[in-house]
């Protein structure tokens, strides 16, 4: 009787391995399907893009500064300070050339056209999201032009702490804007990560701010995004994938991921200053360093960091 039991349970143990060892095979077989951001073959915003920009609210100098050496930097024609072995702001953006030439377009130039600055923030200090497209027309962009909108930290934009910034156009006479407000005393754990503490998820350190400034260095974050995302999307029929209406695109498509083994909580692995202690993943004009979204490659079908 103790034999029988013996081999019975045997034979249960040796049924149970193989039943585990199976399901662990085919769940490692499985693959998730590749993402793919179609073109839709409408029109890109190719050649030299005229930005500007739009201060609203207060500013310093030294924030100002900021925006627009990262700006200056995307452009590789642009004489950069930098070190020629080390990852640089125009060697992200030649991803988005990669957009370009797929689709047929020219690579896209940014250029800086202008500087606007409404400091005493003439449409109030509660704005809508219907009034930035108003905005953005007295700034009176030349048509195939960007307005980039940039509200100061004491400003509120409805739906601020949901989206953070957000782009936005008019087919008809080619107006294209992008909103991104500082988000340093508003939700900066969910605009202004990994310089500052997530709102939910793991409670990690936050990283060092590349330039010394929570707000505006998570502004360049999400300037960087969205102008990937206007830049190959302008119009809601360029490359995205999903609806158009939420639409995943460039850099929204590889949320939260800034080097190399990026998951959720972790941005990944990352150059540190050795003096300041702060995290960056490129190089710009004037020295400058930043910290910028992975974006999808569609070459590889990847996200794609350049640390």
């Given at each position: 009787?103790?034999?029988?039991?013996?081999?019975?349970?045997?034979l249960?143990?040796?049924?149970?391995?193989?039943?585990?060892?199976?399901a662990?095979k085919?769940?490692?077989?499985?693959?998730?399907?590749?993402?793919?951001?179609?073109?839709h073959?409408?029109?890109?915003?190719?050649?030299?893009?005229?930005?500007?920009?739009?201060?609203?609210g207060?500013?310093?100098?030294?924030?100002?500064?900021?925006?627009?050496?990262?700006?200056?930097?995307?452009?590789?024609?642009?004489?950069?300070?930098?070190?020629s072995?080390?990852?640089s702001?125009?060697?992200?953006?030649?991803?988005?050339?990669?957009?370009?030439?797929?689709?047929g377009?020219?690579?896209?130039?940014?250029?800086?056209?202008?500087?606007?600055?409404?400091?005493?923030c003439s449409?109030?200090?509660?704005?809508?999201?219907?009034q930035?497209?108003?905005l953005a027309?007295r700034?009176?962009?030349?048509p195939?032009?960007l307005?980039l909108?940039?509200?100061?930290?004491?400003?509120?934009?409805?739906?601020?702490?949901?989206?953070?910034?957000?782009?936005?156009?008019?087919?008809?006479d080619?107006?294209?804007?992008?909103?991104?407000?500082?988000?340093?005393?508003?939700?900066?754990?969910?605009?202004?990560?990994?310089?500052?503490?997530?709102?939910?998820?793991?409670?990690?350190?936050?990283?060092?701010?590349?330039?010394?400034d929570?707000?505006?260095?998570?502004?360049?974050?999400?300037?960087?995004?969205?102008?990937?995302?206007?830049?190959t999307?302008?119009f809601?029929?360029?490359?995205f994938?999903g609806?158009?209406?939420?639409?995943?695109?460039a850099?929204?498509?590889?949320?939260?991921?800034?080097?190399?083994?990026?998951?959720?909580?972790?941005?990944?692995?990352?150059?540190?200053?050795?003096?300041?202690?702060?995290?960056?993943?490129?190089l710009?004009e004037?020295?400058?360093?930043?910290?910028l979204?992975?974006?999808?490659?569609?070459?590889?079908?990847?996200?794609?960091?350049i640390?």
């Amino acid at each position: 009787m103790n034999s029988f039991l013996t081999v019975l349970l045997a034979l249960i143990q040796l049924s149970c391995f193989n039943v585990c060892f199976g399901a662990r095979k085919l769940t490692s077989l499985y693959q998730p399907p590749p993402m793919a951001l179609t073109y839709h073959n409408g029109a890109l915003l190719e050649g030299d893009l005229h930005v500007t920009i739009l201060w609203y609210g207060k500013f310093s100098p030294a924030q100002k500064s900021i925006v627009v050496d990262f700006l200056l930097s995307l452009d590789r024609q642009q004489k950069q300070n930098v070190v020629s072995s080390a990852p640089s702001v125009s060697q992200w953006w030649q991803t988005i050339e990669t957009y370009m030439k797929k689709a047929g377009k020219k690579e896209t130039h940014v250029v800086l056209a202008n500087q606007v600055t409404d400091e005493n923030c003439s449409m109030g200090k509660t704005l809508q999201r219907s009034q930035l497209s108003e905005l953005a027309h007295r700034v009176n962009s030349e048509p195939g032009g960007l307005v980039l909108i940039l509200t100061a930290d004491d400003v509120g934009v409805e739906g601020f702490c949901m989206s953070c910034g957000f782009h936005g156009s008019n087919s008809q006479d080619k107006l294209v804007f992008i909103w991104v407000g500082n988000s340093v005393t508003q939700c900066p754990g969910q605009c202004a990560w990994p310089f500052h503490q997530p709102i939910y998820g793991p409670q990690t350190a936050p990283l060092g701010a590349p330039n010394e400034d929570v707000g505006v260095d998570g502004m360049v974050e999400n300037i960087a995004s969205l102008l990937a995302g206007t830049v190959t999307n302008p119009f809601g029929n360029g490359y995205f994938q999903g609806s158009a209406d939420a639409p995943v695109e460039a850099a929204s498509a590889c949320p939260g991921a800034y080097g190399k083994g990026a998951y959720p909580g972790y941005a990944g692995e990352l150059l540190v200053d050795s003096t300041t202690g702060a995290s960056y993943n490129a190089l710009g004009e004037n020295g400058r360093k930043y910290l910028l979204p992975a974006l999808f490659d569609p070459n590889t079908s990847q996200c794609s960091t350049i640390v």
